[in-house]
């Protein structure tokens, strides 16, 4: 396995689903940082499984407890570890799954990569619940790039079939909206597509079945000059981390695919000075970086996230263990849609990125 990421703010995440605990170890946060709890709580309750009829019914309370690395509410520079409680497992649901393989879930290839040694309870340490420690750091992040004038927003670009309107759509979004966004459920543009797309989770629940859909990850306040081609690219750091998160199956920056179906007149950003002098482009189909670089316009992204795998319905696969094929239908407590829980894992895997990269002081000042 490999839990640890970073380089300048550096992460390392450990534990199971069913395990005792989870948690995440943060090296190379600055001195001095003040850390607002409540803020970080919010943002881990706003991931929390078990809040509503869209979650799997599992309910953790997931309080960080803090171990190390914070004094009087500041950050001491040492390495800060959180843990957070497994208090509500139930892993008999997963007893016939140690050798019935879920289609669509890491059971397959991770009982060929870890030899069988892997936990399988609750998917182990594949397991979404996994992103609970990502929120945790993400939200430490978050509060550091608010000193420096960043602010991280999304919304559910869509759910099945069912489309928001996007970010470009938008003549303005302000910092209020993004903070409304944070507090519900479905945060969309157009909130008369909200009915339309529970109903579509609802009913997906009922016929035993999930759906999946995609988010779209907006920043705000970035300077221009961040980033490191080749490797270090913005849109390669962004991406690792997304991809780190699971279920998401794919990214695309700004106007993404849909450019291949433009002119370059059509598709390239034209800049101009604005009224305080400040360097704008009329569009942003580059999605705020252009040769792994920042050019000073809002950074934006769309993951896709996938229909979860658990499911009731009846499907067709193995059994390891007979070396046959098996029928199986998927008991337990799952989320028929990670959409509305993954919402602040991608802001937080947006904000951890973006820290590290700032920390490096690639800024061409
Ligand atoms: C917040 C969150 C919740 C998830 N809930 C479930 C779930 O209830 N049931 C399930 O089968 N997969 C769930 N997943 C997805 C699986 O963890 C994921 O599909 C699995 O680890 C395999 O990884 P991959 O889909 O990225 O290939 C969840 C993921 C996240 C991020
Ligand atoms: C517990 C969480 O979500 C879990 C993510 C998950 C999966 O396979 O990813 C499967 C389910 O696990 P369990 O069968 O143990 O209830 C979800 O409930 C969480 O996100 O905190």
Request: hydrophobic share 35%; net charge negative; glycine share 12%.
């Amino acid at each position: 396995m490999s839990g640890i990421w970073g380089k300048n703010v550096q992460v390392s995440i450990f534990g199971e689903s069913h395990g005792v605990a989870i948690g995440i170890t943060i090296n190379g946060l600055p001195p001095g940082l003040e850390i607002d709890m409540e803020q970080v709580l919010f943002e881990m309750a706003r991931r929390a499984p078990g809040r509503n009829e869209l979650t799997t019914p599992r309910k953790e309370k997931d309080q960080p407890e803090i171990l190390s690395g914070l004094l009087d509410g500041k950050t001491t520079g040492a390495p800060l570890t959180a843990i957070i409680w497994n208090t509500n497992t139930r892993s008999k649901d997963y007893s016939l799954l140690k050798n019935v393989m879920r289609p669509g879930q890491a059971d397959y290839p991770g009982r060929m990569r870890y030899k069988g040694h892997n936990d399988h309870r609750g998917s182990g340490h594949f397991s979404g619940r996994i992103t609970a420690p990502l929120v945790f750091a993400g939200a430490i992040c978050k509060q550091w790039l608010k000193q420096k004038g960043v602010t991280i927003g999304s919304h559910i670009q869509s759910i099945g079939m069912i489309e928001d309107e996007s970010f470009a759509d938008q003549k303005e979004v302000t910092l209020e909206q993004i903070q409304s966004f944070k507090e519900q459920q479905l945060p969309l543009f157009n909130a008369e597509k909200e009915t339309e797309m529970k109903d579509l989770i609802v009913e997906a629940k009922e016929e035993g079945d999930s759906v999946g859909g995609v988010v779209e990850t907006f920043v705000l306040g970035l300077d221009a000059g961040y980033g490191n081609p080749f490797f270090d690219s913005v849109e390669s750091q962004l991406a690792h981390l997304v991809f780190a998160v699971p279920a998401i199956k794919g990214i695309e920056f700004g106007t993404g695919f849909d450019i291949t179906k433009m002119r370059g007149s059509e598709a390239n950003d034209e800049y101009y000075y604005d009224e305080q002098g400040q360097v704008k482009t009329r569009s942003n189909n580059n999605g705020g970086i252009i040769g792994g670089i920042t050019y000073g316009m809002p950074v934006v992204f769309r993951a896709a996230v996938k229909p979860p795998a658990s499911i009731k319905k009846k499907q067709q696969t193995i059994n390891v263990r007979e070396g046959k094929a098996a029928e199986l239908e998927v008991e337990g407590r799952h989320d028929p849609c990670i959409v509305p829980r993954v919402l602040p894992v991608l802001e937080a895997v947006t904000a951890l990125g973006l820290m590290d990269l700032m920390m490096g002081g690639q800024h061409h000042e």
